[in-house]
């Protein structure tokens, strides 16, 4: 079945960048996502990419999507406090019920 | 500023209690995605719905959860009868046609003693 892996936790300096890795198994998805999750909030969409594409960049933002390992990633630049918090790679399966399937999360911590 | 609306926020019940929770989507948006987060197991998928018809809730304890959408204003999501390890955040989202893009609501925290 589709699995979706991620690292659980990430520290990073202030200022730095941060990349956020994500694997998937589901070699028929269609979108790929990043979702950012705060404390004690929901999970809000960050940005996501479609499969035939290799880069998305919005602002800060950077998506990586490399199909072959199927492999995804999100770059951060200039890391800062606010980004501080649980950030979700999820992936649309291809099928007629294209359910929407998380990662477990990775945890940003920045470092002064 | 439309958002989805989901009742309780808090919820803390006795085991053998029935809980339900409830998910207002965003007016318009066809398909509704119940999740759980805990700590140990993350964000797992429950069920979800479109056009208010079931796609699939293999993700979901049969013998004491049910998942149902009234009407396209409401979804429920309900326990009977409750136990300490359903203790967790449950989140709706939902999605427009296609749902390429999901809308989250803050979640209903619920621990069951």
């Known amino acids: 079945g589709e699995d979706v892996e991620q690292s659980l936790f990430l520290s990073v300096r202030e200022g730095d960048s941060s990349v956020i890795n994500c694997t998937y198994t589901d070699s028929s998805s269609t979108y790929l996502y990043w979702y950012k999750q705060e404390p004690g909030a929901g999970l809000q969409l960050l940005t996501y990419i479609f499969s035939n594409m290799d880069m998305k960049q919005d602002q800060r933002l950077t998506v990586l999507l490399n199909k072959k390992d199927k492999h995804l990633s999100l770059r951060i630049a200039d890391t800062q406090t606010g980004d501080s918090a649980i950030y979700f790679c999820?992936?649309?399966?291809?099928?007629?019920?294209?359910?929407?399937?998380f990662g477990s999360g990775t945890r940003l911590s920045i470092r002064p | 500023d439309a958002r989805v609306t989901q009742t309780p926020r808090h919820k803390v019940t006795e085991m053998g209690q029935e809980v339900t929770m409830r998910c207002q989507p965003i007016?318009?948006?066809?398909?509704v995605f119940w999740y759980r987060q805990t700590m140990m197991q993350g964000l797992e998928l429950l069920a979800y719905?479109?056009?208010?018809?079931?796609?699939?809730d293999s993700g979901m304890p049969k013998d004491r959860f049910s998942a149902e959408m009234p009407d396209a204003t409401l979804a429920t999501l309900k326990i009977q009868p409750s136990e300490p390890r359903d203790s967790a955040v449950y989140f709706c989202?939902?999605?427009?046609?296609?749902?390429?893009?999901?809308?989250f609501g803050a979640g209903s925290r619920l621990t069951v003693l």
């Open positions: 999820a992936e649309r399966e291809y099928s007629s019920a294209s359910k929407i399937i």
């Open positions: 989202a939902s999605g427009g046609f296609g749902a390429n893009v999901l809308t």
């Open positions: 719905f479109r056009n208010r018809a079931p796609l699939d």
């Open positions: 007016l318009g948006h066809n398909t």
